[in-house]
Each structure stands twice: as structure tokens, then as C-alpha cells.
């Protein structure tokens, strides 16, 4: 069975910090394109940070540019996004998703709040 499952999620004082994990489950990470997604309520999901199949190539919506990190471990199947300098904008509910040609996996999302 496919799998994508998120964690890591919370809750957090603006300019904390919280580290996200995708844990791939039914497939191999290494040949998928992987990124990270949100969506704040009344709001549609956004592109977060993207990370090629490599690692190579990364991109970052501009809104995170410098507070948030993507990385990918092929080996252990692995997703994660480190983020720092936490805003209040920053709430939303995070989505990986895993992209293959017409293979497109979500993960179920972890809630992540930034309040003080």
C-alpha cells in the first residue's frame, strides 16, 4: 500500500523552530520528485519547497526563502523540512506529496502553529 505519513507537526512560538519528516511507505522514494505543501484555513494549498530526485535541484516559494530547509534521504525513504524563524503565517496544515510522471501521493498533513 502507498504511503506517505507526516510528522513532526505542533505547536510553536513565533521564532521557534519545528522539523517535518515524510515517511514513504509501499514505494521508493529515490525516483519521485518530492515536495512540501500547505494550506491555511480559507486559503488554497501552496507550494512550500520542492526537491528533486537527486537533491540537486531545490526550490523555495519565496515567503520561506531563507527561514526553511528541504532535504531528502533516498536511503531511509525520507522527506524533511527544517523550519526556523517561525511567523504566525506560517500555521497551516503540511503536505508532502511525491510526483512521478502520473504517480501523485499525498500524505494525510500535519498541523503546525505558530502562536505565542
Known amino acids: 500500500q502507498v504511503q506517505l505519513v507526516e510528522s513532526g507537526g505542533g505547536l510553536v512560538q513565533p521564532g521557534g523552530s519545528l522539523r517535518l519528516s515524510c515517511a514513504a511507505s509501499g514505494f521508493t522514494l529515490r525516483t519521485y520528485a518530492m515536495s512540501w505543501n500547505r494550506q491555511a484555513p480559507g486559503k488554497e494549498r501552496e507550494l512550500v519547497a520542492s526537491?528533486?530526485?537527486?537533491?540537486?535541484?531545490?526550490n523555495y516559494a519565496d515567503f520561506v526563502k531563507g527561514r526553511f530547509t528541504i532535504s531528502r534521504d533516498n536511503a531511509k525513504n525520507t522527506v524533511s523540512l527544517q523550519m526556523n524563524s517561525l511567523k504566525p503565517e506560517d500555521t497551516a496544515v503540511y503536505y508532502c506529496?511525491?510526483?512521478?510522471?502520473?504517480?501523485?501521493?499525498w500524505g494525510q498533513g500535519t498541523q503546525v502553529t505558530v502562536s505565542s
Open positions: 526537491i528533486s530526485t537527486s537533491g540537486g535541484l531545490i
Open positions: 506529496n511525491a510526483r512521478r510522471g502520473a504517480d501523485d501521493y
